[in-house]
């Protein structure tokens, strides 16, 4: 694997902020809290367009002149900052970054060049997105404009003082003359996303956007998927990788192109500019897109779940923004998802918010709780719809009575900031100490855990229970294919709960 020496001995911006522009401050509108009052968003800090932090009445504390004109349009949290990537159009004469801020406080911290970072692809944008892999490494990306005529990137750190290390570099290239059918549009991927150890086995994805020049109408409904093993690409036709399904095409390193059945709403034909995936398992993976809501699909692209199963009104907001992220407390699910995007607000409902919404089982059961902040970060225009939230599973903790996590939300050009949610319930008995979560997956006609538990209970999108056992690590699965919820109950107490595909 190539790799480089970061410029002038890993080169390090820390120029400290003085100014009160850069003060971080709590947002004044909250708490926020559902109907019933069991669920709570306390502010820790926030930054933002719409926070005013100054007598003129004019200034505020969003960093623009760091996050500068769309060009930070992702983000990731990784022990205890907010890692911020500053991208490089080509044929700019900058150079690429990643801003590094204080998850704690909001505080800037460090500016850290990747000056040498050798992206090859002739067009797009290199340092566009970020990710953090199952084992914690610090995964980079480009904006391909044209996956066929251009070049995908990934460079995977162990942390922010590690060498960046290339571990894909893929083109169609010479390749291109096999796919014909490419030559009637252009195939561009602004957002990637992994699943597992890009160090070890695991995927990337990426979704097609409906944006740039021509955009070829046979895949504007897809997701390319990239597998990982040992720390490389494989060829989609290893018969030992963990990841790869029966793929499209039949030539070692050529991606799985899954086409997505149906999109939310049905008259969405696209899903419109900078589509998001995040993947949540070997086999499922919810899309985020401009022009479609937030919808979870399987690996050959059927729709398991989503907002189109949600009572009527729930899905009240402009499918506007692009992210989501998802926790599970006691057995209930807890969704975040933007509102509206730029100046799209409505019916009391500010520009560029956020949405919590809860759920058991599925959507179906799905139901809105509040939005914050209650002034949403601003009104300044995004065509990146970088709209999001990352809940950090591993501060989840317990008293006796509330479980409490920690969350991040971020708006490409308006703003980012820090709660922390609060849930009331009965908690008593769960030891509050950092525990891995339990996962459970199907294999050969079981649901298998990754530990023995005190009780499983097995259950239908719908809620009705179909198996149960306890003190066990294995359940078999029900005799129907399809989408289940497995609630896990471990000996210490705590729940957790899994979307396992039957099939």
């Given at each position: 694997?190539?790799?480089?020496?970061?410029?002038?001995?890993?080169?390090?911006?820390?120029?400290?902020?003085?100014?009160?522009?850069?003060?971080?401050?709590?947002?004044?509108?909250?708490?926020?809290?559902?109907?019933?009052?069991?669920?709570?968003?306390?502010?820790?800090?926030?930054?933002?367009?719409?926070?005013?932090?100054?007598?003129?009445?004019?200034?505020?504390?969003?960093?623009?002149?760091?996050?500068?004109?769309?060009?930070?349009?992702?983000?990731?949290?990784?022990?205890?900052?907010?890692?911020?990537?500053?991208?490089?159009?080509?044929?700019?004469?900058?150079?690429?970054?990643?801003?590094?801020?204080?998850?704690?406080?909001?505080?800037?911290?460090?500016?850290?060049?990747?000056?040498?970072?050798?992206?090859?692809?002739?067009?797009?944008?290199?340092?566009?997105?970020?990710?953090?892999?199952?084992?914690?490494?610090?995964?980079?990306?480009?904006?391909?404009?044209?996956?066929?005529?251009?070049?995908?990137?990934?460079?995977?750190?162990?942390?922010?003082?590690?060498?960046?290390?290339?571990?894909?570099?893929?083109?169609?290239?010479?390749?291109?003359?096999?796919?014909?059918?490419?030559?009637?549009?252009?195939?561009?991927?602004?957002?990637?996303?992994?699943?597992?150890?890009?160090?070890?086995?695991?995927?990337?994805?990426?979704?097609?956007?409906?944006?740039?020049?021509?955009?070829?109408?046979?895949?504007?409904?897809?997701?390319?998927?990239?597998?990982?093993?040992?720390?490389?690409?494989?060829?989609?036709?290893?018969?030992?990788?963990?990841?790869?399904?029966?793929?499209?095409?039949?030539?070692?390193?050529?991606?799985?192109?899954?086409?997505?059945?149906?999109?939310?709403?049905?008259?969405?034909?696209?899903?419109?500019?900078?589509?998001?995936?995040?993947?949540?398992?070997?086999?499922?993976?919810?899309?985020?897109?401009?022009?479609?809501?937030?919808?979870?699909?399987?690996?050959?692209?059927?729709?398991?779940?989503?907002?189109?199963?949600?009572?009527?009104?729930?899905?009240?907001?402009?499918?506007?923004?692009?992210?989501?992220?998802?926790?599970?407390?006691?057995?209930?699910?807890?969704?975040?998802?933007?509102?509206?995007?730029?100046?799209?607000?409505?019916?009391?409902?500010?520009?560029?918010?956020?949405?919590?919404?809860?759920?058991?089982?599925?959507?179906?059961?799905?139901?809105?709780?509040?939005?914050?902040?209650?002034?949403?970060?601003?009104?300044?225009?995004?065509?990146?719809?970088?709209?999001?939230?990352?809940?950090?599973?591993?501060?989840?903790?317990?008293?006796?009575?509330?479980?409490?996590?920690?969350?991040?939300?971020?708006?490409?050009?308006?703003?980012?900031?820090?709660?922390?949610?609060?849930?009331?319930?009965?908690?008593?008995?769960?030891?509050?100490?950092?525990?891995?979560?339990?996962?459970?997956?199907?294999?050969?006609?079981?649901?298998?855990?990754?530990?023995?538990?005190?009780s499983v209970e097995v259950y239908t999108l719908t809620g009705q229970k179909v198996n149960?056992?306890?003190?066990?690590?294995?359940?078999?699965?029900?005799?129907?294919?399809?989408?289940?919820?497995?609630?896990?109950?471990?000996?210490?107490?705590?729940?957790?709960?899994?979307?396992?595909?039957?099939?």
């Amino acid at each position: 694997m190539k790799k480089f020496l970061l410029g002038a001995a890993a080169l390090t911006l820390s120029v400290f902020m003085a100014n009160a522009q850069y003060t971080p401050t709590k947002d004044a509108d909250a708490p926020y809290s559902s109907s019933d009052g069991n669920v709570t968003m306390e502010s820790v800090w926030i930054r933002s367009l719409k926070t005013i932090v100054s007598d003129d009445g004019v200034t505020n504390n969003f960093p623009a002149d760091i996050l500068t004109n769309a060009n930070a349009r992702c983000y990731a949290f990784k022990d205890g900052k907010l890692i911020f990537v500053h991208r490089v159009v080509v044929g700019e004469n900058t150079v690429p970054r990643l801003e590094v801020f204080d998850a704690a406080t909001g505080d800037y911290l460090e500016t850290k060049s990747l000056d040498g970072l050798a992206f090859t692809t002739p067009s797009g944008s290199v340092n566009n997105s970020i990710a953090i892999d199952g084992a914690g490494n610090i995964v980079l990306f480009n904006l391909v404009t044209d996956i066929y005529s251009g070049a995908l990137d990934m460079w995977v750190m162990a942390d922010l003082n590690a060498t960046p290390v290339n571990k894909i570099r893929f083109s169609y290239g010479a390749q291109e003359s096999l796919f014909p059918e490419t030559k009637d549009g252009t195939v561009r991927i602004d957002n990637f996303n992994v699943y597992g150890d890009m160090n070890g086995n695991g995927y990337v994805m990426g979704a097609v956007a409906a944006s740039g020049t021509n955009p070829h109408k046979d895949y504007l409904t897809s997701v390319f998927r990239w597998d990982i093993k040992d720390g490389a690409l494989v060829g989609t036709t290893d018969p030992d990788s963990d990841f790869s399904p029966e793929l499209n095409f039949g030539i070692p390193g050529q991606p799985t192109i899954i086409k997505l059945e149906e999109l939310f709403p049905i008259s969405s034909l696209n899903l419109g500019g900078a589509p998001y995936v995040r993947p949540i398992s070997e086999n499922l993976f919810y899309v985020d897109g401009q022009a479609s809501y937030p919808s979870l699909y399987d690996m050959e692209g059927k729709l398991q779940d989503g907002f189109s199963k949600a009572p009527a009104g729930v899905a009240f907001f402009s499918a506007s923004g692009c992210g989501v992220d998802e926790v599970v407390i006691g057995g209930v699910t807890y969704f975040l998802s933007a509102l509206y995007l730029n100046s799209q607000g409505k019916d009391g409902y500010p520009d560029n918010s956020f949405g919590l919404f809860s759920y058991e089982g599925g959507f179906s059961t799905a139901k809105f709780l509040f939005d914050f902040p209650k002034q949403g970060f601003g009104s300044a225009s995004t065509t990146a719809y970088s709209t999001l939230p990352i809940i950090d599973k591993k501060s989840i903790s317990y008293t006796a009575t509330e479980a409490t996590v920690d969350v991040y939300i971020f708006i490409c050009n308006n703003g980012f900031a820090k709660y922390q949610m609060k849930i009331k319930g009965n908690f008593s008995g769960i030891d509050d100490v950092a525990v891995d979560a339990v996962t459970a997956r199907y294999v050969d006609g079981n649901i298998e855990m990754t530990e023995e538990v005190g009780s499983v209970e097995v259950y239908t999108l719908t809620g009705q229970k179909v198996n149960e056992a306890q003190n066990t690590k294995i359940v078999s699965a029900p005799f129907t294919n399809g989408l289940y919820i497995v609630k896990m109950t471990t000996k210490a107490g705590e729940t957790f709960s899994e979307k396992v595909l039957v099939k």
